[in-house]
Structures are given as C-alpha cells and as structure tokens.
C-alpha cells in the first residue's frame, strides 16, 4: 500500500467518524427521540386518548400486507403534496391544531415527510419513529402486539 492511498484511508475513516458524530448530536444518541418523535406505543396511547391522529403513509400494497395500526387514516405519501394535504385536512377535520403522527414502515418515510411538512408550514405533526416494522427507535406496532386492522381498500 502506498502512502498516498494510506492517507486516503485515514482521511476517509475521518471523515466518516465525524459525520456519524455529528448525527448522534443531531438526532440524539441511541434511541433517545426529539419531541417530534414518538414511539408505537405511545402513538397508540395518545390515538386511544384522542390526544392525535395517525396516519398511515404506506401504500395500499403495504395496508394491504401488514393491516394498518388501529384507528390510522391511510392516507399515503406517493401522491401528489397538494392531494395528500387535501386528504390531511380532512382527516383533521379542517382542524391544523390537532396533533397528527406518522407512520410508515420503519420511521424513514416518516421522518422525512414529516421534515417536509415542517418546512411547508405545517404544524402539530410528529412521526411514530420505529414505525410498524421497528427500527433503532423500537420493537415496531406489529411486533409490540399493538392492535392492528384489516386495511378495506
């Protein structure tokens, strides 16, 4: 190995060191959330309560595989945003003060909806960050043997 490519080498293991460093800052290490972030359970909890609605952002063949959580709204995210906002609002009954969650399979599509929905100027949105499947953040709805419905598309 020549000096050049061992310099390449550790440049690189640098680089990727700090980028996994800053992440950890950025979203909090190991399965600590932000507030915008919620766990199955607790989505489930504030869904049972009232206190929010979910949304399920999969597609139909997704809800058609896996159920959907109890009570979501499938409304999904592969469709145009003025649709999917349109559809929200209904679901919210026209109210943009009511908590809304996310979910999708794993807290990806999830999370980056909801950024997308932060920066659109929608508020009171939060994601279910170990999703149906489960993720870092969580076991998942399915595996945590919370209630799930047969999707009746």
Do not use: Y
Request: one cysteine or more; glycine letters at 12%; hydrophobic letters at 45%.
């Amino acid at each position: 190995m020549t000096l050049d490519v061992i310099v390449a080498l550790v440049a690189a293991a640098a680089a990727i060191f700090w980028l996994v460093k800053r992440r950890r800052q950025a979203v909090g290490e190991g399965s600590k959330m932000s507030d915008t972030t919620i766990t199955a359970h607790e989505a489930s909890e504030k869904a049972a309560a009232g206190q929010i609605i979910i949304v399920d952002i999969r597609s139909p063949a997704e809800w058609q595989s896996s159920g959907i959580a109890k009570g979501a709204r499938p409304i999904t995210m592969n469709q145009p945003l003025a649709s999917f906002l349109s559809q929200l609002d209904q679901a919210r009954g026209g109210d943009a003060s009511i908590p809304v969650a996310f979910i999708c399979a794993t807290g990806n599509r999830s999370g980056f909806l909801l950024r997308q929905m932060e920066q659109s100027g929608v508020g009171n949105v939060m994601h279910v960050g170990d999703g149906m499947m489960g993720s870092r953040f969580g076991a998942g709805w399915i595996a945590s043997g919370l209630p799930v419905e047969r999707w009746q598309g």
